[in-house]
């Protein structure tokens, strides 16, 4: 049964057969295309959604592997939409684990009766724009069809996990996986000889947990990362209740800083204290939890230069305080990045994991790994013997999942070639030759749901808007494209994201273009500028 205010209508396609239509289509089921769901169905529009999972959740669906939780406080993830739902969820945990973030995605899909438009299992793999319909008709794996006016990509920025091309991958005798497809059955390790390639945020969260449990564990690392100290704690009653009274302020707290956490920086100059002043306030924010020590530093700790080195230094001396072997603690110590360039990886007892007899760091910078063999990994060095291997090798961000689409606007011609040197879009959102196509997992980055959630509401608006006037089509106009792309090109070349061969730039990714995937601006200021754009009809986008 739908919602009320659905209504499915069907066409016949050139093979006589029945195709649904609906007013949007949406891919994705993670915080953004559930939240893109609702928002649409509340403004009466008939919506289906299309996700390549069995469940809803995305990000906290596929990441089952131990150790899996958040950086962002977890009472400023979740939605902000109903206050019911606020008021009833309890996080437990300051830091909220995998579990959790996928069971309060599930309680949000049945409270809000999401399901009944989601088709599970269903990977879109093309999507061709209709020129005379005005419709975008959407093919699935399974040989499904279904068209729509407008086309949602809630796909994720950090979805298309990436593992990579290996010779001999296929030939290890082993078990085997991603990360980011951890077996809901979960994967034996106890005992077991496992060797772990990636040391990013990911790598860093799951080393430290199965390092509990494995006989012995390789820990195969490319880049050293600054990581920091997550002390995650339980929320116990009186917290809960302040955390319930306080949304309102919380909110507004988040949508006032640059990455929509709640965290704010120190107008001060590191440089502008005493060394002694200074040291004190490194110390006080170590000790906090979070992304403090990264978010409420002095300001210019977050821009190259002295203090962000001066910074640096503390870190890279709080890893060689805690790792016992002074080799081992040099190759645990980033020397190649500035801090802050990439998202602060959060850990609980990382560092230590090294200092266990049964653990072995094997930097892949001094000797590379040459090719995966049938019993293990086999660098330029030596052969590691292991039972199981686990990539915790990242994503081929925002682009990387449209391009797994074939995705065809006007001409036919294909958004994996048009983002081939980067996105070309206006505001990350649209593409000049995609019309009615809103490609929204390009346009969010931060604290994830308070971004995601302002831009949902702004392109449902655009979608009623365009309905309203009596339009068929909105796309972004070439001349904003063209305006947009050298804004992020120019301002992305002065901030410290684009500083780092990290995701951000495409840089994990061999062959991929180097350019900056997400905004340069803050969330404010994007925020602001869309609401200007709507206020003025519009403006940068064509509507016909
Ligand atoms: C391990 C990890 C930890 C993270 N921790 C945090 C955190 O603490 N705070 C934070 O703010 N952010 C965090 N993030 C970022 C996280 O991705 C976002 O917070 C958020 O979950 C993204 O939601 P989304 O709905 O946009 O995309 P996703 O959650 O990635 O969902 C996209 C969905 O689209 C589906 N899909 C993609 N392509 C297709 C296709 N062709 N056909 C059908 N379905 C398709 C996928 O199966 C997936 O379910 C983390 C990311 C990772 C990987």
């Not at 959740?57 to 592997?65: A, K, L, Q, S, V």
């Not at 012995?216 to 319930?244: E, G, S, W």
């Not at 995705?407 to 000049?432: H, V, W």
Request: aromatic share 12%; hydrophobic share 35%.
């Amino acid at each position: 049964m739908g919602h009320p205010l659905q209504q499915t209508t069907t066409a016949g396609n050139n093979r006589g057969e029945e195709i649904e239509q609906f007013d949007v289509i949406i891919i994705g089921a993670g915080v953004t295309g559930l939240y893109s769901l609702y928002r649409l169905r509340e403004l009466g529009l008939s919506v289906q959604t299309f996700e390549g999972g069995g469940g809803v959740g995305g990000t906290w669906y596929w990441n089952r592997y131990p150790g899996a939780r958040f950086d962002s406080e977890s009472y400023t993830y979740g939605y902000s939409f109903s206050k019911e739902l606020l008021q009833e969820w309890d996080w437990k945990e300051l830091y909220s684990g995998q579990p959790e973030n996928e069971r309060y995605l599930n309680y949000v899909a049945d409270k809000f009766d999401l399901r009944q438009h989601i088709r599970f299992n269903s990977r879109v793999v093309s999507a061709v724009f209709d020129e005379d319909e005005h419709v975008w008709q959407i093919h699935l794996q399974d040989g499904h069809q279904a068209q729509a006016q407008f086309f949602i990509t809630a796909v994720g920025s950090l979805s298309a996990y990436y593992v990579p091309d290996f010779e001999g991958i296929d030939s290890f005798q082993g078990a085997w996986c991603h990360t980011g497809r951890w077996p809901a059955e979960g994967m034996d390790l106890a005992g077991k000889r496992v060797g772990v390639i990636g040391t990013g945020a990911t790598g860093v969260q799951l080393i430290t947990e199965i390092a509990k449990e494995v006989g012995h564990l390789t820990v195969f690392q490319r880049t050293a990362n600054y990581c920091a100290p997550l002390r995650n704690r339980l929320i116990d009653d009186n917290m809960q209740r302040q955390i319930k009274a306080s949304y309102p302020e919380i909110f507004k707290r988040c949508n006032e800083t640059a990455g929509s956490f709640m965290h704010q920086f120190d107008t001060r100059s590191a440089m502008s204290v005493s060394p002694e002043e200074r040291l004190e306030q490194y110390e006080r924010l170590w000790s906090e939890p979070g992304f403090k020590k990264w978010l409420s530093n002095f300001y210019d700790v977050m821009m190259p230069g002295e203090a962000n080195e001066d910074y640096a230094e503390f870190v890279r001396n709080k890893i060689r305080e805690r790792v016992k072997d002074p080799v081992v603690a040099e190759k645990l110590v980033p020397k190649d990045h500035l801090f802050g360039s990439k998202r602060l990886p959060c850990e609980s007892g990382y560092y230590e994991v090294f200092n266990q007899a049964n653990v072995l760091l094997v930097d892949v910078r001094e000797s590379p790994i040459e090719r995966i063999t049938p019993k293990g990994v086999q660098t330029t060095a030596a052969e590691y013997d292991l039972d199981v291997l686990i990539f915790a090798t990242g994503y081929d961000a925002v682009t990387g999942s449209l391009n797994r689409i074939d995705i065809q606007g006007e001409g036919g011609q294909t958004l994996r070639d048009k983002f081939a040197n980067g996105p070309r879009t206006y505001m990350g959102i649209s593409s000049p030759g995609f019309p009615n196509l809103f490609t929204i997992n390009a346009a969010s980055v931060g604290n994830f749901v308070r971004a995601c959630e302002p831009l949902v509401d702004w392109v449902s608006e655009a979608i009623c808007y365009v309905r309203e006037h009596g339009f068929t089509r909105i796309s972004a106009t070439p001349e904003a494209e063209v305006a947009w792309t050298q804004h992020v090109s120019e301002a992305g070349a002065k901030i410290l994201r684009t500083q780092a061969n990290s995701w951000f730039v495409g840089a994990n990714i061999p062959g991929k273009a180097r350019f900056l995937l997400t905004s340069p601006d803050t969330a404010p200021v994007m925020r602001a500028k869309r609401a200007e754009v709507a206020a003025k009809g519009y403006e940068g986008f064509e509507l016909s």
